[in-house]
């Protein structure tokens, strides 16, 4: 073995020390370890393979479907609409009002079932709302709602799947 073969093994060697320590470190990350704590895991990969690509672009990616064009804008049925990720219920059909904005409006969510993130993207103060169980996300809310709760949960239909009430 002559002497660039030489150096090139440990060249070799010690990037890949070097990488799995920063692997490890990575681990650790306190953005890491909230997401662990979703009792719904997954990766990215199987999210891709499950969700439909709009489905992932706005529950994994946090983007935003166009105003007035959701399934469930204009839709007032009764029943619950749950998580179209995981299937845990988040709003019930009772809590829907007209928000005017062009997405499904809910005064209120079922308790414990979304999380509340500050979200300072695109200029604004906003609160990101996720669902609890999978850490999808679903909307913001803001506090101008019109009825006595005050808040507007605003949802993407796209985040949410309508399962109608027993008869
Ligand atoms: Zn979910």
Redesign the pocket.
């Known amino acids: 073995m002559n002497i660039f073969k030489l150096s090139l093994c440990f060249a070799i060697a010690f990037s890949a020390i070097s990488f799995t320590a920063c692997a490890q470190s990575k681990n650790t990350d306190p953005k890491t370890e909230k997401k662990m704590s979703y009792k ?1 895991q997954k990766t990215e990969e199987e999210w891709k393979k499950e969700l439909t690509p709009e489905q992932y672009a706005i ?1 994994r990616q946090k983007g935003t479907e166009r105003p007035f064009t959701g399934e469930y804008n204009n839709f007032y049925k009764k029943g619950t609409y ?7 219920k ?1 709003f019930e059909s009772g809590t829907k009002f007209d928000g005017h904005c062009g997405w499904p409006s809910f005064d209120k969510a079922i308790p414990g079932t979304v999380e509340y993130h500050k979200d300072l993207s695109h200029g604004m103060i906003r609160t990101e709302i996720l ?6 996300h679903l909307g913001h809310v803001f506090d101008d709602g019109p009825t006595e709760t005050g808040d507007r949960y605003c949802v993407n239909s796209i985040s949410l799947k309508f399962v109608p009430e027993q008869q």
């Open positions: 719904v529950l749950v998580c179209a990720a995981c299937g845990t988040l669902c609890a169980n999978c850490g999808g």
